[in-house]
Nanobody
């Protein structure tokens, strides 16, 4: 499985961006997928996940970000609205077929990663 993340950029506070993560090699519907982010000098943190059981979000972005999947395009999206300077980070998509629900927020549990896309939110 190969993941290709895109859609990052520079946006002002309150603006929106949509990140995309294109899958190749396997059908996306077979995997649980997630977005993580890593700000300079900080550890990689969980942002959102899409499981068969539903969608899950970090408290810091709940109500502002939406994760979704288009099986026909084999692509996962992260719609980010009302962006804040503290959302500035490199965003990574991740996938795995064997992560259990209780471990979805743990980056080390995911075998497949995209290359990251930089989101910068100016104040």
């Amino acid at each position: 499985v190969q993941l290709q993340a895109s859609g990052g950029g520079l946006v002002r506070t309150g603006g929106s961006l949509r990140l995309s993560c294109a899958f190749s090699g396997r059908t996306i519907s077979r995997y649980s997928v997630a977005w993580f982010r890593q700000a300079p000098g900080k550890e990689r943190e969980f942002v959102a996940a899409l499981w068969r059981t539903g969608t899950y979000y970090a408290d810091s972005i709940k109500g502002r970000f939406t994760i979704s999947r288009d099986n026909a395009k084999n692509t996962v999206y992260l719609q980010m609205n009302s962006l804040k300077p503290e959302d500035t980070a490199v965003y990574y998509c991740a996938a795995d077929s064997g992560v259990i629900l209780s471990a979805m927020r743990v980056a080390a549990q995911y075998d497949y990663w995209g290359q990251g896309t930089l989101v910068t939110v100016s104040s």
